[in-house]
């Protein structure tokens, strides 16, 4: 079974999925792209890409992911959404969670990040390496968070394994000016930068 979420931000968007087991991922169907694609095109066709913090974050990050709009932190005490020119953003908690999760990356990426930023060597940092996911194993009993994306626009499943509970799911957002929800059932989070939106879940299940 799979739960799915999508999460926007502004102009960019950054989605959201909950998902149960391997399987099929619903994904949106691409626009036709120009004979000769601009570079902002072709930048938003690639995958989306998580960073080992190896010291170019704050010490409870352990992976980011860089967007044009906003940073996000995976931290072990859940992800942080920060807005470019914010220092807070929103934190999203999962209610009645392991208190300490374990966060790995997954499909290590080809290529390697570079930051030499100043002339003091000792804050340089070389040789990041870069995964296509992020994944909180068992954050509830028998389900797993995976962070992911494509095309500029980022994910993250809830998998849930045969026999686990999905009402223990619970999602907390803090840090936001403004809470709502629109007609559609779809909650909306206002920040200084624009709106956050969290779209209602969507459940579907893998069979053979």
Same mark, same amino acid.
């Given at each position: 079974?799979?739960?799915?979420?999508?999460?926007?931000?502004?102009?960019?968007?950054?989605?959201?999925?909950?998902?149960?087991?391997?399987?099929?991922?619903?994904?949106?169907?691409?626009?036709?792209?120009?004979?000769?694609?601009?570079?902002?095109?072709?930048?938003?066709?690639?995958?989306?890409?998580?960073?080992? *913090? #190896?010291?170019?974050?704050?010490?409870? =990050?352990?992976?980011? &992911? +860089? %967007?044009?709009?906003?940073?996000?932190?995976?931290?072990?005490?859940?992800?942080?959404?920060?807005?470019?020119?914010?220092?807070?953003?929103?934190?999203?908690?999962?209610?009645?969670?392991?208190?300490?999760?374990?966060?790995?990356?997954?499909?290590?990426?080809?290529?390697?990040?570079?930051?030499?930023?100043?002339?003091?060597?000792?804050?340089?940092?070389?040789?990041?390496?870069?995964?296509?996911?992020?994944?909180?194993? *068992? #954050?509830?009993?028998?389900?797993?968070? =995976?962070?992911?994306? &494509? +095309? %500029?626009?980022?994910?993250?499943?809830?998998?849930?394994?045969?026999?686990?509970?999905?009402?223990?799911?619970?999602?907390?957002?803090?840090?936001?000016?403004?809470?709502?929800?629109?007609?559609?059932?779809?909650?909306?989070?206002?920040?200084?930068?624009?709106?956050?939106?969290?779209?209602?879940?969507?459940?579907?299940?893998?069979?053979?």
């Amino acid at each position: 079974m799979r739960i799915v979420n999508h999460l926007i931000l502004s102009v960019l968007p950054l989605a959201a999925q909950i998902v149960t087991q391997p399987g099929h991922h619903v994904v949106p169907r691409p626009l036709a792209a120009p004979l000769t694609p601009s570079p902002v095109r072709v930048a938003a066709s690639l995958p989306v890409s998580f960073e080992a *913090n #190896l010291g170019q974050a704050a010490p409870d =990050v352990r992976f980011l &992911s +860089r %967007n044009k709009n906003f940073t996000l932190l995976l931290t072990s005490s859940g992800p942080v959404v920060q807005p470019h020119g914010e220092e807070d953003g929103i934190r999203i908690r999962f209610g009645g969670a392991r208190a300490v999760p374990e966060v790995l990356g997954r499909e290590l990426l080809p290529g390697k990040t570079h930051f030499f930023l100043g002339n003091d060597t000792r804050e340089w940092r070389a040789n990041i390496p870069a995964y296509g996911k992020v994944c909180y194993p *068992n #954050l509830y009993p028998g389900i797993d968070v =995976v962070f992911h994306g &494509s +095309r %500029n626009q980022l994910e993250y499943d809830f998998e849930i394994r045969p026999g686990a509970d999905p009402g223990a799911i619970s999602l907390q957002f803090e840090g936001a000016q403004r809470i709502s929800l629109d007609s559609t059932g779809d909650l909306i989070l206002g920040t200084a930068s624009g709106e956050l939106r969290q779209r209602r879940p969507r459940v579907f299940q893998d069979i053979d």
